[in-house]
């Protein structure tokens, strides 16, 4: 097969690190891909260059797939976050996390396997915020109709691609009537066209509670941009913590692949950082890339550096954040070594 030019944006904190571990399994897994490197955050600054270069925006809009590490933003001051930016940019609405426990991977509960989809262009997100007056700020909570219905359409759609049974969606109706009650509005319009798939409801304060004492009851789970990135990193702790916790940035033929967690400057330049969440986006970039694409040789990657992870986890082998010791890059070297067996 020919290779696959996708983009890679390393970003910055750990990002270099667990990017560089991951391009060395890909390249391992035997995937044809040729990488086509741009910048975006700190890192494109460092180079003189806008935080979200156009030239960055112009190759994935080209290229269509990009692969991308975290991106820091500055808090209570300074540029808008190049991850809201880009998602904005590029419509990529709906944003996608599996959270499943992993062979070898011990935590609280072992039943885990739900899929968060958050909505990934407006909310609270939609960065309209002003002064009103000295002392007095405002936030907007931004949603439309349009967003509401396809966010739902496309949760719904993957619930049942997926053979999932049951979609349930955070709000908090009661207090927001109008913005949040859009949303349940639009999610109960497309459950009706879902006989297949139970839909339920759950005030989201309510649904933490149950969400934290039993996280197997639970399905697919559909959010708004807020609640989806709270609940990503809550739900991250139930499988070993967010260095286990991929996700994509989908859009109308446009991908944009990216772990749940940030830049972790805690931990930035010392090769501690565990790669896995980037390399389980990296698997779901590739099974992408093999339905929408055809690149059944992509499938069969993914299927290598899983059972690689999966056996490499069972061993014991792992980094710091899951009780190992391996730094990144040994960690990416034990799965390429696993590889040549598979
Ligand atoms: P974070 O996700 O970077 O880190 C939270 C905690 O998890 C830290 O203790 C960190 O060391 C740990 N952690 C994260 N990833 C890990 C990994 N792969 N292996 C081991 N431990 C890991 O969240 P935080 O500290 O709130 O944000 C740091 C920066 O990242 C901020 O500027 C934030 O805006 C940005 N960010 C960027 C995202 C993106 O690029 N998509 C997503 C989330 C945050």
């Not at 890679?8 to 897994?29: E, H, M, Q, R, Y």
């Not at 190049?82 to 998602?87: A, D, E, P």
């Not at 062979?103 to 958050?118: A, H």
């Not at 082998?317 to 960690?331: A, H, K, R, Y």
Request: glycine share 10%.
């Amino acid at each position: 097969m020919s290779k696959r030019k996708i983009v890679l944006i390393p970003g910055d904190g750990i990002g270099p690190n667990i990017t560089a571990a991951v391009k060395k399994v890909l390249k391992a897994s035997g995937a044809e891909i040729e990488w086509v490197e741009r910048s975006a955050g700190l890192g494109a600054l460092d180079e003189g260059e806008d935080v979200l270069p156009q030239r960055t925006l112009d190759a994935i809009k080209e290229y269509k797939v990009a692969l991308k590490g975290p991106c820091t933003t500055p808090i209570g001051e300074g540029f808008i976050s190049v991850n809201v930016q880009l998602r904005k940019a590029l419509d990529l609405y709906a944003a996608v996390r599996p959270v499943r426990n992993l062979c070898g991977v011990k935590t609280r509960f072992t039943d885990v396997d739900l899929v968060i989809i958050r909505e990934n262009t407006e909310g609270l997100y939609s960065g309209v915020e002003n002064t009103v007056t000295p002392g007095v700020v405002m936030s907007m909570k931004v949603a439309t109709e349009k967003a509401c219905y396809r966010i739902s359409k496309w949760a719904f759609e993957y619930a049942r691609n997926r053979g999932r049974k049951k979609v349930t969606v955070f709000h908090k109706a009661n207090i927001m009537k109008l913005t949040d009650g859009l949303f349940i509005k639009k999610s109960r319009e497309v459950s009706g066209e879902y006989d297949d798939i139970e839909y339920e409801e759950i005030i989201i304060d309510a649904g933490c509670m149950k969400l934290v004492q039993d996280p197997g009851r639970f399905d697919v789970l559909l959010l708004e941009n807020l609640y989806g990135d709270l609940i990503s990193d809550l739900a991250a702790g139930f499988v070993g913590g967010l260095g286990v916790v991929p996700g994509a940035n989908i859009g109308v033929r446009k991908a944009v692949f990216e772990a749940v967690h940030g830049s972790a400057p805690d931990i930035a330049g010392r090769n501690i950082a565990n790669p896995l969440a980037l390399l389980m986006s990296a698997v779901m970039m590739l099974n992408y890339l093999a339905d929408t694409e055809g690149r059944e040789d992509f499938c069969a990657s993914a299927d290598r550096i899983k059972q690689a992870y999966n056996k490499v986890l069972e061993q014991g082998m792992s980094t710091l954040d899951l009780g190992g010791s391996l730094g990144t890059q040994e960690f990416a070297d034990a799965l390429v070594d696993r590889m040549r067996d598979i």
